[in-house]
């Protein structure tokens, strides 16, 4: 299923982004703000414990979510761009990361790095990466979350393609995808249009 969240701050600041002109540091500063808007919206349906809390008038059982059943996957490196603010949101929650690079030869994308928490099947995974182009990295790194045990995983980005949704609801039917816009298509090199350009590169300052 894909969910495109329209809430008015969410594209206020998503505008903000895409313009060319945004210095990297305030990309980077409004990247964290989204995270936390698209974060309260990925998060809607968590299940909630009990907790007991002792408050100034009695004692009762209250909400309380178990933030360390959660666990956030950063595909490298424009991931780690979203990571802060969900980080802001669920402090406890574990994160993994994953490594991809896209073989010339090939095409394909190739891990070069994986580290996980341990029981992955027991966990909610909210696996991220800004930008969802052809799809080949989100769907690799879906597959290898289920090799290491995800059975509730998510997906969360900012931009998405026409086409990487396509690719990913063929291979992941059962992954649900939340972005805060579907673009037109993919220009000849897989970038987004109209789009943001290169997320890690306006991330970090590479470019
Ligand atoms: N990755 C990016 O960073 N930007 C795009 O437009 C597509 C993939």
Known sequence: MLHVIQHPLLQHKLTLLRDKATSHALFRQTLREIAMLLTYEVTKDLELGLREVETPMETGRFPWLE??????????RAGNGLLEGMLDLVPDARVGHIGLYRDHATLKPVEYYLKLPEAMGERDIIMVDPMLATGNSA???????????????????????????????????DVSIYTAALDRQLNEKGYILPGLGDAGDRIYGTA
Do not use: D, N, Q, Y
């Not at 086409?163 to 039917?173: L, N, S, T």
């Open 67 to 76: 933030g360390r059943r959660v666990c956030f996957v950063s595909i490298l």
């Open 139 to 173: 769907i690799a790194a879906a597959t290898r979350l289920k090799e290491a045990g995800a059975r509730r995983l998510k997906f969360m980005c900012l931009l998405a393609a026409p086409e990487g949704v396509r690719a990913f609801k063929a291979a992941h039917p």
